[in-house]
């Protein structure tokens, strides 16, 4: 669904709400995408995040396409440390899994947040249906070679929290009693579950009452989301 940029929060409204959140406790904020590093000047609203008084750690996750000129610029600005997404080490099986994208670039990422510690590195593998164990294999041993933490993380429908690939053992959502997250939207809204229609548009007036709504919102076993597709929560 397409964005006008005036529907998109501002650094400056993004800066607001966490510094409400850092209010009510909240000490970690991850900035996903989409793709994070395609938004201009990223490294200004990293900076941002950093100096709010509360907030201990800001990470980013990220394809890591734009890590080679970026990681540097994100680690002085106050980035703490980077999750890449490659769910793949064959280049052509890399390439359509993510429509055209560049495994090399890619890698040269996952070299440059080392070189500017971002660490530790988490690499996230997802678990496709035509994932084999020989795929698995290739990439524990890639991430043992550099230092690397792999995390293999289940393919899953919004439409269904059930419908899990169980072939192999992956890391899964978080069990809805122990999860503490809250997921704030590109255009405004407080998710307070992944598998769940529940959200709040912030009240730029209110942003610490808006938080507190979403946390009050959190189901007790949240089951499906209909409402919006995963590119427009974040990962």
Do not use: W
């Not at 280049?91 to 440059?112: M, S, W, Y």
């Not at 792999?150 to 393919?155: A, G, H």
């Amino acid at each position: 669904m397409h964005k006008n940029h005036s529907d998109i929060l501002s650094y400056e409204q993004i800066e607001s709400v966490a510094k409400a959140a850092a209010g009510v406790g909240i000490t970690k904020i991850r900035l996903t995408g989409g793709e994070p590093l395609v938004r201009k000047d990223i490294e200004q609203l990293v900076a941002k995040l950093a100096a709010i008084d509360g907030i201990d750690k800001v990470c980013m996750t990220t394809n890591g396409s734009l890590l080679v000129d970026m990681a540097t610029i994100l680690k002085r600005s106050g980035l703490g440390r980077v999750n890449i997404s490659i769910d793949s080490l064959n280049t052509e099986k890399f390439r359509r899994i993510t429509r055209g994208g560049d495994l090399r670039q890619a890698l040269a990422g996952v070299e440059a947040a080392k070189k500017a510690e971002l660490t530790p590195i988490k690499i996230n593998m997802v678990i496709f249906n035509d994932t084999t164990q020989e795929d698995i294999e290739t990439m524990k041993t890639f991430c043992e070679q550099r230092g690397l933490e792999l995390q293999q993380i289940m393919r899953f429908s919004l439409y269904n929290r059930t419908d899990f690939s169980r072939r192999f053992e992956t890391q899964r959502p978080p069990k809805c009693s122990q999860c503490n997250r809250l997921r704030l939207t590109a255009d405004g809204y407080l998710k307070p579950c992944l598998f769940s229609d529940n959200e709040v548009r912030i009240d730029f007036d209110n942003i610490t009452g808006s938080i507190l709504e979403a946390v009050t919102k959190k189901p007790e076993n949240g089951s499906h989301c209909r409402n919006r597709l995963m590119n427009q929560i974040g990962g």
